[in-house]
């Protein structure tokens, strides 16, 4: 297996993304007085029905338990909501109870959580959201420039289509923060710039890869004549490829996301022609959270919203981020060793 190089350059990709905060406006309610550690932190996940999820769990997991090593934390809880925002309430209503210290939160509502938030804050709790975040004043918001996601995937595709053809959208979780900030807020308005540009239709595939196979399979049929796909996620992009192929249908170019499936198929087609971007939305998010959130603990100056700038691989850099030796669920760049890649994942070989 050739892991560790290859993990290495994407782990300090990821770090140098981390850094680069664009957002340093503060603001008083998302803060509360520095606090004796050690601390306990909860992770309220809305949902984890893909693999994306699960490694954003392996990576919060792992940075937590490097903060129990050192002291930092007393203990840290992880509950899964299964895409209920009524369950996610309650696991926050629970953390507090519990009197967690912070509480780090991929949100399954942007405003559904505000007022569990605001008791949180009120019981003395910082609340950090990540991915899909939150629009409660209360919350401090870490986060990939979702909208940026999606405006380069819209843009890149129009261009490579010089400005004229008909595409299929796959969406993500309908209703989700993260599904509408890539599309509606970003490609969308992105694609709206070029009048060339139709849209034959959009469905919403949950960023699952069988579910966007047969939702690609079932419009074929339909479209003799498709010229691009734009995808909000990686694993969606894969499905498409695979219900292109078997339809015998000549690959066409399709955005995509850094799944490692993708890039291992995309890395295979280049040689005939095919074409994709990948913007990140890394899993390491869960750990700079709860980074953020021991700051804040800690009365650090924290700024309320944390953007982000993704980062994006191309066909000229798809060699450096590849995984060949690995399964296709993993997401790249990653905080994860070889180590705990091959426990949550497995290997290929």
Known sequence: MKITTKVSICASVLAALLCSVVSPTLAADHLLGAKQGPYVVGLSNSFSGNSWRAQMVAEFKLAADQLKAD?????YLVSDATGNTASQIQQI????AAKVDAIVIDANSETALNPAIEA???????VVAFDNTVTSPYAINVNVDQRKFGELGGEWLAKKLNGKGDIIVLSGLAGSPVNKQRWDDGAKKALSKYPGIKV?????????QAKAQQAIANLLPSFAKIDGVYSQGGAMTLGAIYAFKAANRPLIPMVGEANNGLFKVWNAELKNGFSSIAPSNPCGLSADALQTAIKALKGEQVAKDINLDPPIVTDDTLDKFVQ????????????????????????TK
């Open 71 to 75: 002291g930092t934390l007393k203990d």
């Open 93 to 96: 209503q629970n953390m507090i």
């Open 120 to 126: 949180a804050h009120k019981a003395g709790i910082i």
């Open 200 to 208: 034959l239709t959009e469905v919403n595939a949950d960023w699952d």
């Open 324 to 347: 060949v030796d690995m399964p296709d669920s993993l997401w790249l760049p990653t905080t994860l060793d070889a180590a705990h890649l091959k426990a949550l994942f497995g290997t």
